[in-house]
């Protein structure tokens, strides 16, 4: 515990304080929590719900950031959850008040009061206040309010060292002046009482919002402009996201191909070593690869709603996304989801209501996110390998019918298990300001930590789960093979090497077929036969659970092409796929079987590690489940209706 | 006159008159200084559209707005 020698003994045994931080949304509550925090955040949620509960140590106390709120007594999850927090007393509340809106930060300053606890007051944009010409006697408000009252700018520091020394002090006079018990209306008695204190500590009382918010959103909310600004923005940070992400991408995949091959070298060939090289590093590495996409894009969206316009985002959106049954603020993380399914569930915290984020959430997995690419552009290969532009068509096809997909799924659950409007909006558009670097930083790694947290160990333990699926029980190595191997024993030079190669294929993949996975894949055979797969596929989309693009790397295995050739040049995978026969004769990958399989991989939830995060943010497993099944039973359908469509069209 | 919220034009200032629903919705906007008596402004006519309420700037449904009954000031 704490050594801190300085403050006064607490009333707490542990001696450790507890201070809880409250206020309005937008009114710098966060940028203040991380100035008195530094960088010793941590993130969990309340016990039983979904909402975030964000912990710092200040000196020996511990502070609790609150979830934004404007009233104690109101329904909401979140304002329950931060009545619960102030009845049970803390040591000491901070409430941020924002400057410019004194007049509503009071009211829930009153509740507040009402409660009996400590309370310090951080009057929050003094500098935007002066500049906007208004004059608050803090000193007045302070004798209002019976508690210190200390105007600070959280951005700049201004104020801070004032506002520690508050804190510090432990016995904070229990207030004086409450508003007094309301009777018919209680916003109205309230408000009279924030309006007269008001009154008394302000010199100029109406205020003028910006000039600049004011004509940025004559533009930004406009029904027609603002949507093509919106829809400009997301390009902008899709563009970000998929072209800065590849340089540390291919960082991290050579970095890890690199320990991989050490670990190779420098240990004796066993099953350890195995394990090490492709469970291990290679489950690490492909985990580690999503997280510059997910950096990029959550220090996106940190500028972005630190400087206002994510509100103006979610209320331009908000009548088009109504149709649909979601709110404008899911459309976020629909976009997000283009790029992963994990980071884009992550983002749903933004959607306050909880039926439209759990609705989110299900129809996420079902955008084209960008582990679905390879895959795409297997199957973009197989169909016309002659044409790019067709391929591009696929490719459109595929991302239009994920969007399709969510839309309709929507549609549906908003008539059956998820019943009822979206909740309205009632969203604040706070004023343009330039966003925190630091703020942007802090909330970039705390994301990244949950995602390696949550994501990251279930990625880990499926890939080595999958590695021994995939390798046990171990089989003799083909009749060809050996006779192979003892040719090129005979040998030297590029003939021998050449002829270990196929010998080492023909080995990787009968280990594969006599592996579990393999007779897996064979046991399912007959479920995914009217689909137009074979076994082999069968091997890949159980492979795909630990991410879908190693469907891949296993179908070029089970095809005999060798993974690594299948990296270097793909062409030659696709050659060897599009020549694969089954056992009568006839082609594996005919066009129906193409397209088919492209309609499953778009529709299938192939991602344990989206299912783990699912679980983390409903705090349920029913919906992870749920998911699953949906989706899998969306798939499977889909690809069965288009294969056997396609095949009575005589299309082959 | 008495007017719904959802009909001002854009600039249009208001005292509201009655509030027909107790909605958590209308709660929400009740707290953040939408009362019986007060004052409001509407910047933005539409769906959503846009209030300015206390010096701050709100978006909300129409579907919200059109519980709010208001008497337009000159």
Redesign the interface.
């Known amino acids: 515990m704490s050594a801190s020698c300085c403050p006064p003994a607490t009333s707490t045994a542990r001696g450790i304080r507890t201070i809880a931080l409250a206020g309005n949304p937008n009114s710098g509550k966060t940028t203040l929590f991380n100035a008195l925090t530094g960088m010793r955040a941590q993130t969990a949620n309340y016990p039983g719900t979904t909402v975030e509960r964000r912990v710092g140590r200040f000196e020996d106390s511990e502070i609790i950031d609150l979830p934004g709120l404007y009233d104690l007594e109101a329904l909401s999850e979140e304002e329950r959850i931060a009545a619960r927090v102030i009845t049970a007393k803390p040591d000491a509340v901070i409430i941020v008040a924002d400057a410019l809106n004194l007049s509503r930060s009071l009211f829930l300053t009153s509740q507040i009061l009402e409660h009996g606890v400590p309370v310090v007051m951080a009057l929050n944009m003094m500098d935007l206040a002066e500049e906007a010409g208004l004059k608050i006697d803090a000193g007045k408000l302070a004798q209002e309010l019976g508690c210190p009252v200390i105007p600070i700018v959280a951005r700049s520091g201004r104020g801070l060292d004032d506002l520690r020394a508050a804190i510090r002090r432990p016995a904070v006079a229990t207030p004086a002046t409450t508003c007094g018990a309301c009777n018919d209306c209680r916003f109205k008695t309230r408000y009279a009482w924030t309006d007269a204190i008001a009154g008394r500590v302000m010199h100029h009382q109406s205020v003028t919002t910006h000039k600049l918010t004011e004509r940025l959103d004559h533009v930004l909310t406009h029904p027609v402009i603002g949507v093509m600004a919106f829809v400009a923005v997301m390009l902008g940070v899709f563009f970000l996201i998929f072209q800065m992400a590849t340089i540390p991408m291919d960082l991290i995949d050579g970095l890890f191909s690199q320990a991989g091959a050490w670990v190779a070298q420098h240990l004796p060939a066993n099953d350890l070593r195995e394990l090490l090289v492709q469970g291990v590093i290679g489950g690490v590495g492909g985990m580690l690869v999503f997280l510059p996409q997910i950096c990029i894009l959550f220090f996106c969206l940190a500028l972005l709603e630190d400087t206002g316009y994510l509100a103006r985002a979610a209320f331009v959106m908000d009548r088009l996304m109504r149709h649909v049954g979601l709110p404008g603020n899911s459309f976020v993380p629909l976009l997000s989801a283009h790029a992963c399914a994990i980071p884009a569930i992550m983002a749903t915290r933004v959607i306050e209501d909880k039926r439209d984020r759990l609705m989110t959430i299900m129809v996420l997995p079902l955008i084209s996110c960008s582990a679905r690419i390879p895959v795409y552009s297997m199957l973009a290969a197989l169909l016309f390998a002659d044409s790019a532009w067709k391929a591009a068509v696929v490719f459109t096809g595929a991302y239009l019918l994920g969007v399709l997909a969510a839309l309709v799924v929507s549609f549906a659950l908003k008539r059956t298990i998820l019943r009822g409007e979206s909740r309205p909006l009632v969203l604040e558009l706070p004023s343009y300001k330039l966003p925190s670097l630091r703020t942007a930083v802090l909330m970039t790694m705390d994301r990244a930590w949950v995602f390696i947290k949550n994501a990251g160990t279930v990625i880990l333990a499926i890939s080595i789960i999958l590695w021994a699926l995939a390798t046990y029980p171990k089989s003799e190595p083909p009749r060809e093979a050996v006779a192979l191997q003892e040719q090129a024993a005979k040998l030297t030079g590029a003939e021998a090497q050449e002829l270990q190669k196929q010998a080492d294929r023909l080995i990787g993949r009968s280990a594969l077929e006599n592996s579990v996975a393999g007779r897996v894949g064979r046991w399912i055979e007959p479920v995914l036969q009217p689909l137009g797969f074979d076994w082999q596929i069968g091997i890949g989309i159980i492979s795909s659970f630990a991410a879908r693009e190693v469907v891949v790397s296993t179908l070029a295995v089970v095809y005999g092409v060798g993974e690594d050739v299948a990296e270097e040049n793909p062409d030659s995978l696709y050659d060897s796929l599009r020549k694969a026969e089954r056992t009568d004769g006839t082609k594996v990958f005919t066009t129906a079987t193409c397209v088919s399989l492209l309609v499953f991989y778009v529709l299938a939830m192939q991602c344990l590690a989206t299912q783990a995060v699912t679980r983390r943010e409903t705090n349920s497993w029913k919906w992870p489940v749920f998911q699953l099944l949906y989706m899998t039973v969306l798939a499977y359908g889909a690809a069965l209706v288009t294969f056997q469509v396609l095949r009575a069209f005589g299309v082959t | 006159m008495n007017r719904r919220l959802d009909e001002l034009p854009s600039g249009a200032h208001a005292v509201v008159h009655k509030i027909d629903s107790a ?3 209308l ?7 939408l ?4 004052e409001v402004q509407v ?2 006519h ?3 559209l ?1 209030l ?1 309420l ?8 129409s ?2 707005a059109r519980h709010v009954i208001v008497e337009q000031r000159a």
């Open positions: 909605d958590a919705a709660h929400r906007l009740m707290a953040m200084g009362c019986v008596g007060r910047v933005r539409g769906n959503p846009i300015r206390l010096g701050a700037r709100v978006g909300i449904s579907r919200v």
